[in-house]
Structure formats: structure tokens, C-alpha cells
């Protein structure tokens, strides 16, 4: 299994040839294969994705049900992805604009994510329950908790491991690349922490491309807003209509412009002067706001 993008055998998506490693030198199990070098992003990516396209007279909404996503499931690892990824291949569903990955992976008690590179890539982790040990070849190394954002650019390349600490439960994270604005650029990692009441009934910024607000970042023209919504409020936000606008529902029930979305749904917003959220249940989400 590669342990970048969890695909069986030489994956797709990176070029070279796959090397077997020990589970003594990777820290996973026994069957996984390391890709020899990081993503290429070999194949075309349309666009836009999603499915139950809404149009109106300035605004498309598309919802991407949490159901119709790919699927992973290695034993240690349960994954669902919401683009292309690894051996999901759906050629509606290669990404968003510049965000390219989103996944949502649950990993067991005491597991993880043997050393393994990258390149070219703004990578984010947005860990929603439980902790995940990091070590990358820059000297870092961190334990990152709920209420942390990670940011990795992988850039000329770099080398991470990724684990759960934890003995006795699985940890939950969104796992989020974002295609960066140039190749090349010099690796770099940073963490912050945005704690809950930070975001309770309100978009809060966690990544933009200038770092402003306290949050870590990310080259490329876009930025990444968190919110927890207690039920029955709303937030409410103006956007530029020649942008684009993604919206991940991390838990809950909630109405985005008086559409349905719950756990595990994504929905694209485009065209749009007006965001609006309203709460059914507790909901957190992640709102991407891309050139």
C-alpha cells in the first residue's frame, strides 16, 4: 500500500518506481509500499465537481453527498475522499480550483503513516478528534491536537511521518492539499492553535496566502475559514462573486444558502454575493475561499 496516497501498488499519481519498506522502518504495517518520489498531479483536473447543480439567475450550488465519495479501507485506516485519490478515480471529482485533496481519515489506536515524501504541495491537517504525532526531515516534530492547524509546503521536497499517539483510540483528521501558486519553493512547516471558542458562531481565518490573523500560510490565492455553529444560529458572510467558494460539513446538520448539508457533505458555491449558514445541529465546517 503507498503510504502517501494509499494505493496498492506504484500509484498513479506519482512517478518512479514503488519500494517495499519494513514495518520496522516505516511504522506500518508489513504491506506498505512507498512511492520513490512525491505528487505529480498527472492527471487533468477539471474545474468544478460535485453533482445536484442548483442555477440561478448569479448563483451555482453544487453538493458533493458525503455517500457518493471515495472510500479507503485499509484496517488501520478508514479514509473517505472527497476527490480523486489513490485508487479512487472519478473524473468529475479531481478537485476544486487549487484545492485538490480532502480527506477524511480515521486512523486506529497506535498507527499511522511510515516516513514518506512529498513535493509541490501546501499540505494542511485539521485534526477534529484525538492527536497526531508529526516528524518531517526540516527537525520538526509536534503533537497536533483539535483546535491545531498544520501547515507543511512541501515545495523541492520533504520527508514526514505521521502516527497516533494514542494507545486506546483512533484519531480523526481532514487531510487538505492545496496546489501551490509555483513548484519549487523552499519546504516550510508551521502550526498554530485556533481553539473552539475562537469559532464558535463565526468564520474564523485558519490559512490564507499572507498569514494574516494569526493564521498559517499557504501559497496560493486562498484561504481557509473555520466556524462551529450552535443550533439555531446563523453566520452569515459577503463574497466576491468571481470567486469560489467550498464549504466541508465536519459534523452536524446544517442549511448553506437554504440548502441541506450534514456530516461528510462538501457543496460549491460560485457566482454568490451572500454566504449564509444556519445550524440544525452543532456544525463545524471548513469554508475555502479560492481565485
Not at 497516533?164 to 492539499?177: G, K, S, V, Y
Amino acid at each position: 500500500m503507498c503510504v502517501i496516497c494509499h494505493a496498492f501498488s506504484a500509484c498513479a499519481h506519482h512517478k518512479g518506481p514503488a519500494i517495499r519498506i519494513s514495518a520496522t522502518e516505516a511504522g506500518s504495517p508489513p504491506e506498505a509500499i512507498l512511492c520513490a518520489s512525491g505528487w505529480e498531479g498527472e492527471r487533468p483536473r477539471e474545474p468544478g465537481s460535485g453533482k445536484e447543480a442548483i442555477m440561478g439567475s448569479e448563483e451555482t450550488v453544487a453538493i458533493r453527498k458525503a455517500d457518493e465519495r471515495g472510500k479507503g479501507d485499509h484496517g488501520w485506516l478508514q479514509s473517505r475522499f472527497t476527490f480523486s485519490f489513490a485508487d479512487y478515480y472519478d473524473p468529475n471529482h479531481m478537485g476544486y480550483r487549487a484545492l485538490r485533496v480532502i480527506n477524511d481519515d480515521l486512523i486506529a489506536a497506535g498507527q499511522g503513516f511510515g516516513t514518506h515524501p512529498h513535493r509541490d504541495m501546501e499540505i494542511v491537517s485539521y485534526v477534529v478528534e484525538g492527536a497526531l504525532e508529526h516528524k518531517d526531515s526540516m527537525g520538526n516534530g509536534s503533537v497536533v491536537r483539535p483546535g491545531d492547524v498544520q501547515r507543511m509546503s512541501a515545495g523541492t521536497g520533504i520527508r514526514h511521518s505521521e502516527f497516533n499517539p494514542l494507545q486506546d483510540q483512533p484519531m480523526r483528521l481532514l487531510q487538505i492539499w492545496i496546489e501551490p501558486e509555483q513548484k519549487g519553493l523552499a519546504p516550510g512547516y508551521e502550526q498554530t492553535h485556533i481553539g473552539a471558542d475562537q469559532k464558535r458562531n463565526r468564520l474564523t481565518l485558519i490559512a490564507s496566502r499572507d498569514g494574516r490573523d494569526g493564521s498559517v500560510t499557504i501559497h496560493q490565492d486562498a484561504a481557509i475559514f473555520a466556524s462551529i455553529v450552535a443550533p439555531a444560529q446563523r453566520v452569515e458572510r459577503a463574497t466576491d462573486p468571481a470567486r469560489y467558494q467550498w464549504i466541508q460539513i465536519v459534523e452536524g446538520h446544517a442549511t448553506i444558502n437554504g440548502h441541506a448539508v450534514e456530516r461528510g457533505d462538501g457543496l460549491s458555491l460560485t457566482g454568490a454575493t451572500h454566504l449564509e449558514i444556519e445550524a440544525v445541529t452543532e456544525t463545524e465546517l471548513l469554508l475555502f475561499d479560492l481565485a
